[in-house]
């Protein structure tokens, strides 16, 4: 197994100790874990495309990571009352569909890349993540919280945006696929 995928492995190997972190309300380690998770999805991919290294594995279980790290943070999230259900069910509809859409193109044949606003969607859910996790670790008093706070939310919309965005374009881009 190449290096790539030893690390999107363990991406998804460090997610149940994220969970746990967060749990026991150990924010700062649980940042630190989410954020080296995160950098690990970056170098994977770094690193495959450098030296030719991309695989089926990759391929599939790359962007899979990814979205267990992140979906399970904002699970987290909701549950602390840190951003509204609503919001994670736009995220997972939009994910589903375009899941459900590569899975309907690959019994075709047909290999859908990623899109550059769907790659900008992740940057944009990874800078907001870690952020709203330090939320609960500065007193609510404080102008670090409030800075904290807001600047999370900018991120969390500007996410959120992309996310409907790139949705959109991803079904118009694709919507082929549905046509018999």
């Known amino acids: 197994m190449n290096l790539p995928n030893k690390l999107t492995i363990a991406r998804v190997i460090l997610v149940p100790v994220f969970i ?53 943070a904002f ?27 590569r899975t309907v193109a690959a019994s075709e044949g047909i290999v859908i890349a990623a899109a550059m606003s769907g790659k900008i969607k992740t940057v944009l859910q990874m800078i907001a993540v870690p952020l709203l996790l330090l939320v609960p670790v500065f007193p609510s008093a404080t102008a670090i919280y409030h800075a904290v706070f807001i600047l999370a939310k900018i991120f969390l919309w500007a996410s959120l945006i992309m996310t409907v965005y790139s949705g959109v374009e991803y079904v118009k881009n694709n919507i082929k696929v549905f046509r018999v």
């Not at 699970?75 to 859409?101: C, D, K, N, Q, Y």
């Open 20 to 72: 746990i972190f967060y749990a026991l309300h150990w924010y700062i380690p649980a940042v630190i874990v989410f954020l080296i998770a995160s950098f690990t999805d970056y170098l994977d991919g770094h690193l495959a495309r450098k030296y030719n290294l991309v695989s089926n594995f990759g391929k599939i279980m790359d962007p899979l990571a990814d979205k267990v790290l992140v979906y399970a």
């Open 75 to 101: 699970a987290l999230l909701v549950e602390s009352h840190l951003i509204p259900a609503w919001m994670l069910i736009v995220i997972l509809a939009r994910e589903f569909t375009v899941a459900g859409m």
